[in-house]
């Protein structure tokens, strides 16, 4: 079991902080919540209504979405795009899709390989991109979750005041949806920007997501 | 079949499952609560 720990000690610690924090967002969510309501002079909800909510789910998706479209551009990006020094980045000479030698498929393919990459046609395509297929398919699920449950709270807060109601397609051609959408993404851009340029002169010893501490500057990729 | 699922890789799959669950799980609860309205 601790062999099986250490083993997956990065997905299962990034899981339970993510689980805390999730916790941490539906308690101090449901005070605030509740805090607004008050002040509307509408009644409080319990904590488990409120983690079965469009106020709760949407602050989720919200911010679920952007992460997946962060890595699913990233991925995607940084088949063709280089930054030349970056741990982040591939050689500049590699750009591009790359060939079967250096992709390890086919023919190339050592015999511990995954099967989808020794055969050909369909399954190779699938598998070759699966990691993006899986990443982007969660961004839009999370992005369209997003837009419902966004509407909810939109037309609970145009009811609050009185206001007209109005249809989810309406509501994607909203200032509110979109004002939500961009909030995220920006943040995310800038995110994967900085660690693409920072990690050409910056290093942290020991890190797969840093150069080696004295690798020259211009050695693009990390061995780490 | 999927044959990453098998061998070598066994030791790996339970996180990879528990992950593609919780994620595709609060996905399908939260898109039940947003077509509630719908």
Redesign the interface.
Known sequence: MRGWFRDQSLSVFFLALCLLTIVGQWLSGVRAYNAEQEAHGEPAISAGRYLYSSDFGGNLMENWESEFLQFSTFILAAVWLVQRGSAESKDPDDAGLMDDAAMKTGRHAPNNAPRWARIRGWRRRVYENSLLIVMTTIFFFTWWVQSLTNWNQFNDDQTQHHETTISWLQYLGNADFWQRTFQNWQSEFLAVGTMAIFTVYLRQRGSPESKAVGDPHDKTGSDV | L???WR??AR??R??FA??LV???G??G???I???E??
């Open positions: 999927l044959d990453w061998g070598n030791r790996m339970t996180m528990v992950y919780f994620i595709f609060a996905i609860v939260y898109a609560v947003g077509l309205h719908l």
